[in-house]
């Protein structure tokens, strides 16, 4: 994509949501939360259950290198 290649130029880390949410070998997709919240909102857009679900996972592996 246009905004991932210039993030590459850049040498800016970009983030690839969907690599977040979904598992390409099985084919599946996180909807839910571990207590049964729903992630997403609609195609493009989290509920705060998301936000801070997926939030926790960018924290673990260090996206912002903190």
Do not use: M, Q, R, V
Not at 24 to 38: A, R
């Amino acid at each position: 994509t246009i905004l991932k290649n210039e993030a590459k130029k850049l040498e800016i880390n970009y983030l690839e949501k969907h690599k977040l949410e979904c598992n390409f070998k099985t084919k599946s997709c996180i909807s839910l939360d571990e207590k049964g919240y729903p992630l997403k909102l609609d195609i493009s857009h989290h509920t705060l259950y998301g936000a801070k679900f997926f939030g926790k996972i960018i924290h673990k592996i260090n996206f912002l290198n903190l």
